[in-house]
């Protein structure tokens, strides 16, 4: 059971954030794994651990379960992918060059950078997140599975894998409370949805001296050229919205904005006292 | 009105368990100014279910045709994939529209690469000249960018809730379209539904509730929150994370996979009001948002606003009412 991760180094806007040009001034901007993804990564490491078990049972000799992570990102994303390393994926690679640092990474590129690596690796499975928080396209790995031909299922917070039936059987979480019960066969690309595990915690191993080291391609190594990565999108602009509701601020103290919340629920008779 | 101009836009419906979802209306409403600034038709698809009674409801005004697909019973991102990209082929619209529903999600993405179309997903506002333009939500709503497309046709996915619905009836023709497929030979399969986050509590009967977010950092903080309960007679409810952490009961989570409420007044405290979350609570009457990031979008729908943390606000709040 091989079983590879795509994983996204996010920004997140910090507080005070400006606006420069069609994005946030990158100084005002930090990053880190993108929560849905810390979901996909402990998805893929739970299910190659109960493979592991399953082969010590039957005593079989070596399981031959792996977990690899991809992520598209320059240098700096390697502090992510090595906590990434620390949370049980075995192997880590991470896509980049000049020519992908130029483009717009839009859904397209995206998906032939990660199927380039896909065909390279043979996974059963292939774990994203639902979306990343920064650019809330939400679409990568369903885009990947068309890519490569094979099944997937959107917003997913249970797997059980039937790898003698070749088969996943998943929920997909829908709106309003409602959970969606389906089978796809394997190999698949499922997105994960955050709160279906409870991750674990960064182990210190994976960080050591003697730490695997982060397996780096270009286009050139997947077979691909700039052409991969053209884009047809055009950012125009960037501002913060404005939902045309005007906001009542409570100014004052502690004490004095405390006061006039209070007031106001009185005058909503939602509190009596 | 008959319908045999160029189709400017085909337009997917969304429908799950025997009901048109909402957003299937507001999507005609996005795809009908669309259509007007392409200039052209708009086509509506309606896959799987009872599509002939869908059909009729969806025949509201601006919708020139609906096609109909007469396939399986129920939503299956295989035959909506291969219907819908079966329609693009034979209609050839300038845009392709589908909502951004979880199941959208499991579809959308699949179309749009099938047929080499590019693809925006999540768009809260469209416009034309000659390309389109989008507007969509980013950094978990913070800020909002426009995306231009220099390619076409197109494909787009739309957030519910952000265009009126169009529900005026309109004289669309209805074509069914003959597509073959064999559902049992699907690599995937629907196998039924389940109902979670029932629970002993009603949020969506509230009157008042306080809303608690991440913001609490920590289990062991909630005590400060019951203790604001207690004083002001509220009932609980939060966002997400809280939910994920098993901080606290499904029951009490608002949003896209929570509950829908309505309440007199929603204090949020701690949450920062991404999209679905805003998505279960914007209907509430009076909004009351507490959170120290002046940044935070909950105060773009909130009608009362404190900044300030609330390791401070909450304790004086609660003395106002010792
Ligand atoms: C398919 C899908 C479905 C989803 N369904 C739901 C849903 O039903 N409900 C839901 O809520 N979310 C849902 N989400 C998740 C949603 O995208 C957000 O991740 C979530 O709502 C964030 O919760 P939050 O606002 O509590 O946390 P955060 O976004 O982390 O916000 C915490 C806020 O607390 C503020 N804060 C921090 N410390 C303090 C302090 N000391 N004093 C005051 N303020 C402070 C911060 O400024 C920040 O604004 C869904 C996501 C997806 C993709």
Known sequence: ?273 | MSADGDVAVLGVADHRRGELRDVSFELVTACRELADAVGGELHLAVVAGDVERFAEMLDVEGVDAVHTVDEGEEFNHDLYAAATAALVEELDPTALVMPNSVNGLDYAPAVANALDLPLVSDAVGLSYDGGLEATREMYGSKVETTVAVDEEPFAVTVRGGEWPPTDAPGEAEIRPFAFDADESAFPSRVLGFEEVGGGDVDIADAEFLVSIGRGIEEEENLDLIYDLVEATGATLSSSRPLVDNGWLDPARQVGQSGKQVTPDVYLAIGISGAVQHVAGMKGSETIIAVNDDPNAPIFDIADYGVVGDLFEVVPALIEQFE
């Open chain 1, 1 to 273: 059971m091989k079983v590879l991760v795509a994983v996204k180094e996010v920004a997140e806007a910090t507080d005070g954030f400006e606006i420069d040009g069609v994005d946030i001034d990158r100084r005002h901007l930090a990053y880190g794994l993108n929560e849905w993804d810390e979901y996909a990564v402990e998805t893929g490491v739970r299910v190659a651990e109960q493979f592991d078990d399953a082969a010590d049972d039957a005593d079989a000799a070596g399981a031959d379960t792996e977990v690899v992570s991809v992520t598209i990102g320059p240098e700096r994303a390697e502090e992510t992918v090595r906590t990434v390393l620390a949370k049980g994926v075995d192997r880590a690679i991470r896509v980049w060059d000049d020519d992908i640092a130029a483009a717009e990474l839009d859904v397209a590129a995206k998906t032939r950078l990660l199927a380039a690596v896909a065909a390279e690796e043979e996974p059963d499975l292939i774990l994203t997140g639902v979306q990343a928080s920064d650019d809330e396209f939400g679409a990568t790995g369903v885009s990947l599975a068309d890519e490569l031909g094979v099944e997937w299922a959107a917003v997913v917070n249970r797997v059980e894998v039937d790898d003698a039936l070749a088969r996943a059987r998943v929920h997909r979480e829908l709106e309003g409370g409602v959970e969606e019960l389906s089978e796809v066969d394997l190999p698949a690309v499922l997105t994960v949805q955050v709160g279906s595990t409870d991750p674990r915690a960064a182990s210190p191993i994976g960080d050591g001296p003697d730490a695997e080291p982060i397996e780096r391609r270009g286009l050139a190594d997947l077979g691909l050229d700039a052409g991969a990565v053209e884009s047809p999108f055009r950012r125009t602009g960037a501002s913060v919205p404005d939902r045309g509701v005007s906001t009542t601020y409570f100014d004052g103290d502690t004490d004095e904005r405390a006061a006039g919340v209070a007031d106001l629920l009185r005058d909503e008779g939602v509190v009596d006292g």
